[in-house]
Protein backbone atom coordinates (compact mmCIF):
# COMPACT_ATOMS: atom_id res chain seq x y z
CA UNK A 1 0.00 0.00 0.00
CA UNK A 2 1.48 3.32 -0.86
CA UNK A 3 2.56 5.93 2.15
CA UNK A 4 1.83 9.34 1.59
CA UNK A 5 4.22 11.87 2.72
CA UNK A 6 3.86 15.02 4.23
CA UNK A 7 4.47 17.04 1.12
CA UNK A 8 2.21 15.49 -0.67
CA UNK A 9 -0.69 17.91 2.00
CA UNK A 10 1.70 20.63 1.08
CA UNK A 11 2.22 20.25 4.89
CA UNK A 12 5.84 20.66 7.01
CA UNK A 13 8.21 17.72 7.30
CA UNK A 14 7.78 17.93 11.10
CA UNK A 15 5.53 15.60 12.63
CA UNK A 16 3.22 15.72 16.01
CA UNK A 17 5.69 14.81 18.75
CA UNK A 18 8.92 16.52 17.87
CA UNK A 19 10.72 19.08 19.31
CA UNK A 20 9.80 21.76 16.88
CA UNK A 21 6.03 21.35 18.35
CA UNK A 22 3.48 19.08 18.57
CA UNK A 23 0.21 20.62 16.91
CA UNK A 24 -0.40 20.48 12.47
CA UNK A 25 0.49 22.56 10.64
CA UNK A 26 -3.04 24.48 8.95
CA UNK A 27 -2.89 25.11 5.31
CA UNK A 28 -2.97 28.64 5.27
CA UNK A 29 -5.38 31.02 3.80
CA UNK A 30 -5.63 33.52 1.79
CA UNK A 31 -3.93 37.00 2.70
CA UNK A 32 -1.93 34.25 5.21
CA UNK A 33 1.46 34.94 6.15
CA UNK A 34 1.76 31.47 6.14
CA UNK A 35 0.38 30.86 2.56
CA UNK A 36 1.75 27.47 0.70
CA UNK A 37 0.66 24.71 -1.38
CA UNK A 38 -1.68 24.81 -3.93
CA UNK A 39 -5.02 24.71 -2.39
CA UNK A 40 -6.12 27.97 -0.98
CA UNK A 41 -9.19 28.87 0.93
CA UNK A 42 -11.42 31.46 2.72
CA UNK A 43 -13.37 29.19 5.05
CA UNK A 44 -12.55 29.72 8.87
CA UNK A 45 -10.42 26.48 10.35
CA UNK A 46 -12.40 24.85 13.12
CA UNK A 47 -9.67 24.32 16.15
CA UNK A 48 -6.42 26.14 15.34
CA UNK A 49 -4.69 23.52 18.58
CA UNK A 50 -6.31 19.93 17.49
CA UNK A 51 -3.95 17.18 18.03
CA UNK A 52 -4.06 14.02 15.81
CA UNK A 53 -5.68 15.15 12.54
CA UNK A 54 -4.46 15.63 9.26
CA UNK A 55 -5.92 17.79 6.75
CA UNK A 56 -6.62 16.96 3.10
CA UNK A 57 -6.70 19.58 0.97
CA UNK A 58 -10.47 19.11 -1.42
CA UNK A 59 -9.76 18.62 -4.87
CA UNK A 60 -13.22 20.33 -5.71
CA UNK A 61 -13.96 24.32 -5.14
CA UNK A 62 -14.87 25.45 -2.19
CA UNK A 63 -16.91 27.97 -4.05
CA UNK A 64 -20.60 26.69 -4.69
CA UNK A 65 -20.69 26.50 -9.26
CA UNK A 66 -24.08 28.58 -9.30
CA UNK A 67 -23.09 30.33 -12.38
CA UNK A 68 -22.59 27.49 -14.86
CA UNK A 69 -26.18 26.13 -13.30
CA UNK A 70 -28.09 29.48 -13.12
CA UNK A 71 -30.68 29.60 -15.80
CA UNK A 72 -29.84 32.95 -17.90
CA UNK A 73 -33.78 34.46 -17.18
CA UNK A 74 -33.49 33.55 -13.62
CA UNK A 75 -31.41 36.97 -12.59
CA UNK A 76 -33.79 39.04 -10.91
CA UNK A 77 -34.81 41.26 -12.95
CA UNK A 78 -33.91 45.44 -12.91
CA UNK A 79 -35.83 48.11 -14.35
CA UNK A 80 -31.99 49.92 -14.47
CA UNK A 81 -30.30 46.81 -15.92
CA UNK A 82 -32.50 44.69 -17.71
CA UNK A 83 -36.03 43.92 -19.04
CA UNK A 84 -38.88 43.04 -16.37
CA UNK A 85 -39.83 39.73 -17.79
CA UNK A 86 -37.91 36.39 -17.06
CA UNK A 87 -39.59 34.46 -20.10
CA UNK A 88 -37.00 34.73 -23.40
CA UNK A 89 -38.23 37.10 -26.08
CA UNK A 90 -41.18 35.84 -28.60
CA UNK A 91 -42.67 33.77 -25.62
CA UNK A 92 -46.66 34.11 -25.75
CA UNK A 93 -48.75 33.63 -22.54
CA UNK A 94 -52.24 33.21 -23.21
CA UNK A 95 -54.47 34.90 -20.93
CA UNK A 96 -58.57 34.60 -20.70
CA UNK A 97 -59.93 36.67 -23.57
CA UNK A 98 -62.79 39.01 -23.93
CA UNK A 99 -65.07 41.00 -20.49
CA UNK A 100 -65.78 38.97 -17.34
CA UNK A 101 -68.97 37.62 -17.06
CA UNK A 102 -70.96 39.07 -14.40
CA UNK A 103 -71.22 37.27 -10.93
CA UNK A 104 -72.86 39.32 -8.09
CA UNK A 105 -73.10 36.32 -5.94
CA UNK A 106 -69.29 35.88 -5.98
CA UNK A 107 -69.29 39.04 -3.44
CA UNK A 108 -67.90 37.69 -0.28
CA UNK A 109 -69.36 39.85 2.94
CA UNK A 110 -67.16 40.03 6.32
CA UNK A 111 -70.56 38.76 7.82
CA UNK A 112 -71.45 36.07 5.58
CA UNK A 113 -74.54 37.91 5.35
CA UNK A 114 -76.95 36.30 2.90
CA UNK A 115 -77.26 38.12 -0.80
CA UNK A 116 -80.83 38.35 -2.04
CA UNK A 117 -81.03 36.15 -5.01
CA UNK A 118 -83.34 37.37 -7.80
CA UNK A 119 -83.99 40.56 -5.82
CA UNK A 120 -83.38 44.22 -5.87
CA UNK A 121 -80.37 45.88 -4.53
CA UNK A 122 -81.47 47.28 -1.27
CA UNK A 123 -80.28 51.39 -1.49
CA UNK A 124 -80.14 52.40 2.07
CA UNK A 125 -80.02 56.18 2.97
CA UNK A 126 -76.52 56.74 2.83
CA UNK A 127 -76.11 55.52 -0.62
CA UNK A 128 -78.85 57.96 -2.09
CA UNK A 129 -77.15 60.52 -0.11
CA UNK A 130 -73.69 60.78 -1.61
CA UNK A 131 -75.10 60.06 -5.17
CA UNK A 132 -76.58 63.51 -4.19
CA UNK A 133 -73.11 64.69 -3.14
CA UNK A 134 -71.19 63.21 -5.57
CA UNK A 135 -73.61 65.18 -8.08
CA UNK A 136 -72.83 68.39 -6.30
CA UNK A 137 -68.99 68.13 -6.76
CA UNK A 138 -68.75 66.66 -10.15
CA UNK A 139 -65.47 67.29 -10.73
CA UNK A 140 -63.87 65.60 -7.61
CA UNK A 141 -66.17 62.83 -7.84
CA UNK A 142 -65.05 62.40 -11.76
CA UNK A 143 -61.67 62.40 -10.54
CA UNK A 144 -62.53 59.52 -8.10
CA UNK A 145 -63.78 57.44 -11.12
CA UNK A 146 -60.46 58.44 -12.79
CA UNK A 147 -58.12 57.19 -10.49
CA UNK A 148 -57.42 53.08 -9.19
CA UNK A 149 -55.58 51.11 -7.35
CA UNK A 150 -54.00 47.59 -7.52
CA UNK A 151 -53.01 45.93 -4.52
CA UNK A 152 -50.79 43.58 -3.72
CA UNK A 153 -52.21 41.28 -0.81
CA UNK A 154 -49.27 39.63 1.10
CA UNK A 155 -46.72 42.20 2.88
CA UNK A 156 -49.15 44.76 2.39
CA UNK A 157 -52.63 44.27 3.40
CA UNK A 158 -51.78 41.02 5.41
CA UNK A 159 -49.21 39.06 6.43
CA UNK A 160 -50.55 35.09 5.86
CA UNK A 161 -53.82 34.60 7.89
CA UNK A 162 -52.71 38.02 10.07
CA UNK A 163 -54.11 41.84 9.71
CA UNK A 164 -51.87 44.12 8.68
CA UNK A 165 -54.03 47.02 10.67
CA UNK A 166 -53.78 50.01 7.95
CA UNK A 167 -54.84 47.58 5.01
CA UNK A 168 -58.72 47.27 6.78
CA UNK A 169 -58.78 51.36 7.12
CA UNK A 170 -58.06 51.72 3.13
CA UNK A 171 -60.29 49.33 2.04
CA UNK A 172 -62.78 51.55 4.15
CA UNK A 173 -62.16 55.01 2.40
CA UNK A 174 -62.17 53.11 -0.58
CA UNK A 175 -65.54 51.07 -0.38
CA UNK A 176 -67.03 54.41 0.54
CA UNK A 177 -65.85 55.72 4.04
CA UNK A 178 -64.81 59.37 2.42
CA UNK A 179 -66.17 62.50 1.94
CA UNK A 180 -68.39 62.01 -1.30
CA UNK A 181 -69.51 58.12 0.05
CA UNK A 182 -67.79 56.99 -3.41
CA UNK A 183 -66.46 53.90 -3.83
CA UNK A 184 -62.90 54.37 -5.73
CA UNK A 185 -61.86 51.48 -7.95
CA UNK A 186 -59.82 49.06 -6.72
CA UNK A 187 -58.30 45.41 -7.42
CA UNK A 188 -56.25 42.97 -5.97
CA UNK A 189 -53.41 41.66 -7.88
CA UNK A 190 -51.40 38.97 -6.25
CA UNK A 191 -48.91 36.57 -6.89
CA UNK A 192 -50.23 34.27 -3.86
CA UNK A 193 -51.92 30.72 -5.29
CA UNK A 194 -52.92 27.87 -3.70
CA UNK A 195 -56.66 27.92 -3.52
CA UNK A 196 -59.63 28.59 -5.76
CA UNK A 197 -59.94 32.16 -5.50
CA UNK A 198 -63.60 32.26 -4.35
CA UNK A 199 -62.02 30.23 -1.27
CA UNK A 200 -59.29 33.22 -1.13
CA UNK A 201 -61.56 35.91 -1.22
CA UNK A 202 -64.50 34.52 1.46
CA UNK A 203 -60.72 34.23 3.72
CA UNK A 204 -59.47 37.82 2.83
CA UNK A 205 -63.14 39.21 3.14
CA UNK A 206 -63.02 37.61 7.16
CA UNK A 207 -59.55 38.92 7.82
CA UNK A 208 -59.76 42.65 5.98
CA UNK A 209 -63.92 42.90 7.52
CA UNK A 210 -64.49 44.23 4.05
CA UNK A 211 -66.33 42.62 0.84
CA UNK A 212 -63.95 40.95 -1.82
CA UNK A 213 -65.65 39.95 -4.99
CA UNK A 214 -63.75 37.44 -7.25
CA UNK A 215 -64.47 39.79 -9.99
CA UNK A 216 -61.78 42.43 -8.60
CA UNK A 217 -59.37 39.52 -7.44
CA UNK A 218 -56.47 38.10 -9.76
CA UNK A 219 -54.23 35.16 -8.21
CA UNK A 220 -50.98 34.39 -10.05
CA UNK A 221 -52.76 31.39 -11.65
CA UNK A 222 -56.27 33.25 -12.63
CA UNK A 223 -54.54 34.15 -16.20
CA UNK A 224 -53.42 30.72 -16.98
CA UNK A 225 -56.71 29.10 -17.14
CA UNK A 226 -56.54 30.43 -20.72
CA UNK A 227 -54.40 27.26 -21.52
CA UNK A 228 -57.67 24.95 -20.76
CA UNK A 229 -58.36 25.57 -24.36
CA UNK A 230 -54.56 24.14 -25.01
CA UNK A 231 -54.38 20.91 -22.81
CA UNK A 232 -56.87 18.31 -21.24
CA UNK A 233 -54.36 15.99 -19.35
CA UNK A 234 -52.03 18.23 -17.15
CA UNK A 235 -49.84 17.64 -14.14
CA UNK A 236 -51.14 20.38 -11.43
CA UNK A 237 -48.34 21.01 -8.71
CA UNK A 238 -47.81 22.73 -5.51
CA UNK A 239 -51.05 23.89 -3.37
CA UNK A 240 -52.17 23.75 0.03
CA UNK A 241 -53.97 20.34 0.30
CA UNK A 242 -53.63 19.98 -3.27
CA UNK A 243 -56.64 22.54 -3.57
CA UNK A 244 -55.29 23.25 -6.68
CA UNK A 245 -56.44 19.80 -7.89
CA UNK A 246 -59.76 21.94 -7.81
CA UNK A 247 -58.69 25.12 -9.00
CA UNK A 248 -57.57 23.15 -12.45
CA UNK A 249 -60.83 21.94 -12.72
CA UNK A 250 -62.52 25.12 -12.16
CA UNK A 251 -60.80 26.34 -15.06
CA UNK A 252 -62.10 23.90 -17.41
CA UNK A 253 -59.07 21.07 -17.60
CA UNK A 254 -60.88 17.90 -18.52
CA UNK A 255 -57.95 15.13 -16.57
CA UNK A 256 -56.21 16.98 -13.43
CA UNK A 257 -53.19 14.83 -12.33
CA UNK A 258 -51.38 15.46 -8.94
CA UNK A 259 -48.47 14.21 -7.69
CA UNK A 260 -49.67 12.27 -4.97
CA UNK A 261 -51.75 10.50 -7.67
CA UNK A 262 -48.27 9.31 -8.98
CA UNK A 263 -46.77 8.05 -5.86
CA UNK A 264 -49.94 6.24 -4.85
CA UNK A 265 -49.26 4.27 -8.24
CA UNK A 266 -45.65 3.94 -7.50
CA UNK A 267 -43.89 4.71 -4.57
CA UNK A 268 -40.61 4.25 -5.96
CA UNK A 269 -40.81 6.85 -8.00
CA UNK A 270 -39.91 8.90 -4.51
CA UNK A 271 -37.02 6.73 -2.43
CA UNK A 272 -36.66 9.96 -0.34
CA UNK A 273 -40.20 10.64 0.43
CA UNK A 274 -40.71 9.15 4.41
CA UNK A 275 -44.40 9.67 4.97
CA UNK A 276 -47.86 9.33 2.55
CA UNK A 277 -50.42 9.66 5.15
CA UNK A 278 -53.95 7.90 5.12
CA UNK A 279 -55.56 11.33 3.81
CA UNK A 280 -53.37 11.70 0.85
CA UNK A 281 -53.71 7.86 -0.04
CA UNK A 282 -57.38 8.96 0.27
CA UNK A 283 -58.05 11.83 -2.02
CA UNK A 284 -55.22 10.34 -4.19
CA UNK A 285 -56.06 8.79 -7.96
CA UNK A 286 -54.23 6.22 -8.87
CA UNK A 287 -54.02 4.79 -12.12
CA UNK A 288 -51.53 3.01 -14.62
CA UNK A 289 -49.64 6.19 -15.27
CA UNK A 290 -47.52 4.22 -18.69
CA UNK A 291 -50.50 4.31 -20.37
CA UNK A 292 -51.52 8.38 -20.09
CA UNK A 293 -49.89 10.96 -21.67
CA UNK A 294 -48.97 14.22 -19.56
CA UNK A 295 -49.68 17.03 -21.66
CA UNK A 296 -48.21 20.21 -19.68
CA UNK A 297 -46.71 20.54 -15.86
CA UNK A 298 -48.50 23.50 -14.23
CA UNK A 299 -46.48 24.91 -11.27
CA UNK A 300 -49.79 26.43 -9.50
CA UNK A 301 -48.40 27.25 -6.49
CA UNK A 302 -45.18 26.32 -3.63
CA UNK A 303 -44.27 22.91 -3.47
CA UNK A 304 -44.83 20.83 -0.35
CA UNK A 305 -42.42 18.15 -1.23
CA UNK A 306 -39.59 19.43 -3.07
CA UNK A 307 -37.83 16.02 -3.23
CA UNK A 308 -41.08 14.04 -5.38
CA UNK A 309 -42.35 17.02 -6.97
CA UNK A 310 -38.44 17.61 -8.36
CA UNK A 311 -38.37 13.61 -9.39
CA UNK A 312 -42.20 13.72 -10.93
CA UNK A 313 -41.54 16.92 -13.15
CA UNK A 314 -37.67 15.67 -14.22
CA UNK A 315 -39.05 12.25 -15.00
CA UNK A 316 -41.63 13.72 -17.47
CA UNK A 317 -39.30 16.33 -18.64
CA UNK A 318 -37.32 13.79 -20.23
CA UNK A 319 -39.70 11.09 -20.91
CA UNK A 320 -40.99 10.42 -24.66
CA UNK A 321 -44.30 12.55 -25.04
CA UNK A 322 -45.20 12.77 -21.11
CA UNK A 323 -45.63 9.22 -20.31
CA UNK A 324 -43.59 8.56 -17.45
CA UNK A 325 -41.51 5.43 -17.54
CA UNK A 326 -40.08 6.39 -21.15
CA UNK A 327 -37.02 8.16 -21.59
CA UNK A 328 -36.98 10.45 -25.19
CA UNK A 329 -33.82 9.86 -27.43
CA UNK A 330 -34.06 13.34 -27.88
CA UNK A 331 -35.74 14.96 -24.71
CA UNK A 332 -35.21 18.77 -26.34
CA UNK A 333 -37.59 17.77 -29.13
CA UNK A 334 -40.22 16.17 -27.04
CA UNK A 335 -40.12 18.30 -24.00
CA UNK A 336 -43.88 19.07 -22.81
CA UNK A 337 -44.18 22.39 -21.53
CA UNK A 338 -43.48 23.48 -17.85
CA UNK A 339 -45.49 27.25 -16.77
CA UNK A 340 -44.83 28.47 -13.19
CA UNK A 341 -47.65 30.61 -11.89
CA UNK A 342 -45.26 33.55 -10.74
CA UNK A 343 -41.38 33.37 -9.95
CA UNK A 344 -41.19 35.47 -6.47
CA UNK A 345 -38.08 34.19 -4.65
CA UNK A 346 -39.76 35.55 -1.11
CA UNK A 347 -42.74 36.02 0.09
CA UNK A 348 -43.68 37.80 3.42
CA UNK A 349 -45.71 35.03 6.43
CA UNK A 350 -46.44 35.05 9.72
CA UNK A 351 -42.98 34.89 10.19
CA UNK A 352 -40.21 37.69 11.17
CA UNK A 353 -38.41 37.89 8.24
CA UNK A 354 -40.20 36.39 4.32
CA UNK A 355 -40.13 32.84 3.78
CA UNK A 356 -39.07 31.43 0.50
CA UNK A 357 -41.63 31.39 -2.44
CA UNK A 358 -42.32 29.37 -5.99
CA UNK A 359 -39.11 31.15 -7.41
CA UNK A 360 -36.21 29.26 -5.49
CA UNK A 361 -38.38 25.63 -6.46
CA UNK A 362 -37.91 26.80 -10.47
CA UNK A 363 -34.32 27.68 -9.56
CA UNK A 364 -33.76 24.37 -7.92
CA UNK A 365 -35.54 22.49 -10.98
CA UNK A 366 -33.63 24.72 -13.57
CA UNK A 367 -29.94 23.81 -11.57
CA UNK A 368 -30.77 20.06 -11.60
CA UNK A 369 -31.97 19.88 -15.41
CA UNK A 370 -28.88 21.76 -16.49
CA UNK A 371 -26.63 19.79 -14.59
CA UNK A 372 -28.25 16.42 -15.55
CA UNK A 373 -28.87 17.52 -19.11
CA UNK A 374 -26.69 19.62 -20.05
CA UNK A 375 -29.27 22.13 -21.41
CA UNK A 376 -31.57 25.00 -19.96
CA UNK A 377 -34.97 24.52 -19.51
CA UNK A 378 -37.23 25.74 -21.43
CA UNK A 379 -40.30 27.17 -19.40
CA UNK A 380 -42.64 30.20 -18.92
CA UNK A 381 -43.60 32.10 -15.97
CA UNK A 382 -46.41 33.94 -15.26
CA UNK A 383 -47.61 36.71 -12.61
CA UNK A 384 -45.50 39.85 -11.69
CA UNK A 385 -44.31 41.45 -13.32
CA UNK A 386 -44.97 39.64 -16.50
CA UNK A 387 -46.79 41.91 -19.23
CA UNK A 388 -49.81 39.23 -19.37
CA UNK A 389 -50.82 39.37 -16.31
CA UNK A 390 -50.91 43.20 -15.95
CA UNK A 391 -53.10 42.68 -19.40
CA UNK A 392 -55.39 40.79 -17.68
CA UNK A 393 -55.37 43.29 -14.95
CA UNK A 394 -56.43 45.94 -17.46
CA UNK A 395 -59.51 43.28 -18.35
CA UNK A 396 -60.63 43.15 -14.66
CA UNK A 397 -60.52 46.82 -13.95
CA UNK A 398 -62.43 47.57 -16.59
CA UNK A 399 -65.14 44.97 -15.62
CA UNK A 400 -65.13 46.21 -12.47
CA UNK A 401 -65.77 49.67 -13.28
CA UNK A 402 -68.96 48.79 -15.04
CA UNK A 403 -69.29 46.53 -11.91
CA UNK A 404 -69.47 49.60 -9.43
CA UNK A 405 -69.88 52.78 -11.45
CA UNK A 406 -71.42 51.25 -14.68
CA UNK A 407 -68.68 52.35 -16.87
CA UNK A 408 -66.66 50.08 -19.10
CA UNK A 409 -63.82 51.97 -19.01
CA UNK A 410 -59.96 52.06 -17.76
CA UNK A 411 -59.35 55.00 -15.23
CA UNK A 412 -56.29 56.56 -16.81
CA UNK A 413 -54.00 56.83 -12.81
CA UNK A 414 -53.61 53.55 -11.86
CA UNK A 415 -51.47 53.19 -8.82
CA UNK A 416 -50.08 49.80 -7.86
CA UNK A 417 -48.84 49.11 -4.41
CA UNK A 418 -46.67 46.77 -3.48
CA UNK A 419 -44.00 45.70 -1.23
CA UNK A 420 -41.39 43.40 -3.44
CA UNK A 421 -39.15 45.62 -5.52
CA UNK A 422 -38.73 42.62 -8.27
CA UNK A 423 -41.81 42.15 -8.97
CA UNK A 424 -44.94 44.34 -8.60
CA UNK A 425 -42.45 47.94 -8.57
CA UNK A 426 -40.49 46.47 -11.82
CA UNK A 427 -44.23 45.54 -13.33
CA UNK A 428 -45.71 48.48 -12.82
CA UNK A 429 -43.16 50.50 -13.55
CA UNK A 430 -43.31 49.00 -17.11
CA UNK A 431 -46.24 49.08 -17.50
CA UNK A 432 -46.88 52.75 -16.89
CA UNK A 433 -48.85 52.65 -13.75
CA UNK A 434 -48.06 54.88 -10.53
CA UNK A 435 -45.93 52.20 -8.37
CA UNK A 436 -45.97 52.90 -4.53
CA UNK A 437 -43.20 50.73 -2.32
CA UNK A 438 -44.37 50.10 1.20
CA UNK A 439 -42.43 48.60 4.11
CA UNK A 440 -44.54 45.88 5.86
CA UNK A 441 -43.33 43.10 3.56
CA UNK A 442 -40.33 42.16 1.48
CA UNK A 443 -38.47 45.30 1.62
CA UNK A 444 -37.42 46.64 4.63
CA UNK A 445 -34.41 49.09 3.42
CA UNK A 446 -34.32 52.64 3.98
CA UNK A 447 -35.15 55.15 1.08
CA UNK A 448 -36.02 53.62 -2.59
CA UNK A 449 -35.11 50.44 -4.04
CA UNK A 450 -31.86 51.28 -6.17
CA UNK A 451 -32.25 49.14 -8.88
CA UNK A 452 -36.23 48.95 -8.81
CA UNK A 453 -37.43 52.42 -7.20
CA UNK A 454 -40.80 52.99 -6.96
CA UNK A 455 -42.05 56.18 -9.21
CA UNK A 456 -44.48 57.68 -6.66
CA UNK A 457 -42.37 56.66 -3.39
CA UNK A 458 -41.72 54.56 -0.34
CA UNK A 459 -43.92 54.72 2.16
CA UNK A 460 -44.16 52.90 5.58
CA UNK A 461 -47.63 51.54 4.90
CA UNK A 462 -50.19 50.60 2.44
CA UNK A 463 -52.65 53.67 4.48
CA UNK A 464 -50.14 56.40 3.63
CA UNK A 465 -49.58 55.26 0.14
CA UNK A 466 -53.59 55.49 -0.74
CA UNK A 467 -53.73 58.42 1.53
CA UNK A 468 -50.94 60.29 -0.52
CA UNK A 469 -52.13 59.15 -3.94
CA UNK A 470 -56.04 60.68 -3.07
CA UNK A 471 -54.57 63.78 -1.98
CA UNK A 472 -52.76 63.91 -5.46
CA UNK A 473 -55.73 62.96 -7.67
CA UNK A 474 -58.32 64.88 -5.39
CA UNK A 475 -56.75 67.99 -4.15
CA UNK A 476 -54.55 67.99 -0.22
CA UNK A 477 -58.15 68.86 1.53
CA UNK A 478 -59.81 65.70 0.56
CA UNK A 479 -61.37 64.18 3.42
CA UNK A 480 -60.77 60.84 4.57
CA UNK A 481 -64.53 59.37 6.11
CA UNK A 482 -68.48 60.36 5.86
CA UNK A 483 -70.39 63.00 7.32
CA UNK A 484 -73.43 61.46 8.62
CA UNK A 485 -74.71 64.99 10.18
CA UNK A 486 -75.40 65.88 6.21
CA UNK A 487 -78.56 63.50 6.38
CA UNK A 488 -80.80 65.98 7.69
CA UNK A 489 -82.81 63.48 9.40
CA UNK A 490 -80.43 62.10 11.63
CA UNK A 491 -77.82 64.92 11.46
CA UNK A 492 -77.52 66.84 14.58
CA UNK A 493 -77.46 70.03 12.86
CA UNK A 494 -77.45 71.70 9.54
CA UNK A 495 -74.52 70.59 7.47
CA UNK A 496 -73.75 71.83 3.86
CA UNK A 497 -72.93 68.65 1.68
CA UNK A 498 -70.58 70.88 0.02
CA UNK A 499 -67.87 72.72 2.19
Not at 182 to 210: D, M, V, W, Y
Not at 464 to 481: C, M, S, W
Request: glycine share 8%; hydrophobic share 35%.
Amino acid sequence: MPAFEDSDFAAPSQRPGSSKGNNLQKIASHGSMRSQGKYQHNLAIPGEDLDGAIEVPATRSQIAQTNDLMHSLSISPSSTARRGSRNSFGTSLPIPRGKRSSRLSSVHHADDRPSRPGMPTIQPTRDILSSQVQDMSAVTTAAAKDMAFAFDIDGVLVHGDRLIPEGRRVLEILNGDNELGIKIPHIFLTNGSGKPEAARCAQLSKILHSPISTEQFIQSHTPMSALAEYYETVLVVGGENYQCREVAKQYGFKNVIVPNDIYASDSTISPLREHFTAEQRATSTPRDFSKVKIEAILVFSDSRDYATDLQIIMDLLQSEGGVLGTRAKDPLANRIPIYFSQGDLLCPTEHPTPRMSQGTFRISLEAIYKSITGHELERVVYGKPELATYKYADEVMTSWMETIHNEERLPKNIYMIGDNPQSDIVGGNMYGWNTCLVRTGVYQGEGNDKENPANFGVFNNVLEAVQTALRKELGQDFKFNWNDNINPVTGGGSVSAVE
